[in-house]
């Protein structure tokens, strides 16, 4: 375990490569004994500053979703970040590279909370009845720490998360059968991605059930308005400026943004 000093050095570091936009060193490497619950505190102390400056938590990513992301990061379990206000896009948004370090890109599904929801013992059926509207979406990844990375460099570095992109047709999470929700992803006009929304620990709200769980740990919970994204259902593909990308989800729209 780290103690506190340690652990802020630890959110300094973050910041650092954020403000400079370059990696530094693995916190795993300059902290050996930090463990999972020294980076969550990491990451705590890394979004008060962040908040402090002027930004605004704005909702969850789970990561980690898939069971092969999970073995290769020896984890048995999903991790989860914070969404700010200040990395929020809209479809159709053209997109600065400068401001990532090397950014990468995922198919998602994002949940918008109709109601509070707390844990303990939320199920599947309770996030479906507490969210409002499913939405298309996009997740930018980014890594603030050099490579390779043990998990607790990624739950420190905010579980990865550098934006996301909404867009698409808002649905209701009854009105079709989440599951099953399918997209391609197109890189300058080449289809690189596919994948299906079942890939996300059998169905997409599992894993913010998971999430529920987790808070409630550490006395929080989903708030109403809160957009949560379920977890990516494709491999990540790398961006660089210029690039053009068009995400179909067939019946449920598209999403289009462009690297400048």
Request: aromatic share 6%; hydrophobic share 45%.
């Amino acid at each position: 375990m780290l103690n506190e000093d340690e652990r802020r050095q630890g959110a300094e570091e973050i910041l650092r490569a954020e403000r400079e936009g370059k990696p530094v060193p693995q916190l795993s490497k300059t902290f050996p004994a930090m463990e999972i619950a020294d980076a969550y505190r990491v990451q705590d102390l890394w979004a008060e500053q962040r908040i402090a400056k002027g930004a605004r938590v704005v909702g969850h990513k789970i990561g980690l979703t898939s069971r092969a992301m999970q073995l290769a990061s020896k984890m048995t379990e999903p991790d989860y970040g914070r969404i700010l206000d200040d990395a929020l896009f809209n479809d159709g948004a053209k997109i600065p590279t400068s401001r990532f370090i090397k950014p990468r890109l995922e198919v998602e599904l994002a949940f918008v909370m109709g109601e509070d929801l707390g844990g303990p013992g939320v199920r599947i059926h309770d996030v479906l009845r507490a969210t409002e509207f499913v939405v298309p979406a996009l997740e930018i990844i980014d890594y603030r720490t050099e490579v390779p990375r043990a998990i607790v460099d990624t739950i420190a570095d905010n579980a990865a998360f550098g934006a996301i992109v909404l867009g698409g047709r808002t649905i209701r999470p009854f009105d079709v059968d989440i599951r099953w929700v399918g997209a391609t992803l197109s890189q300058n006009g080449i289809i690189e991605e596919s994948g299906v929304s079942a890939a996300i620990m059998g169905h997409p709200a599992a894993g913010i059930a998971w999430l529920v769980n987790k808070l409630h740990d550490v006395d929080a919970k989903l708030l109403k308005g809160q957009i949560v994204l379920a977890g990516s259902f494709t491999r990540p593909v790398d961006i660089a400026r210029g690039d053009v990308i068009s995400v179909d989800y067939g019946p449920l729209g598209t999403i289009g943004v462009s690297f400048i």
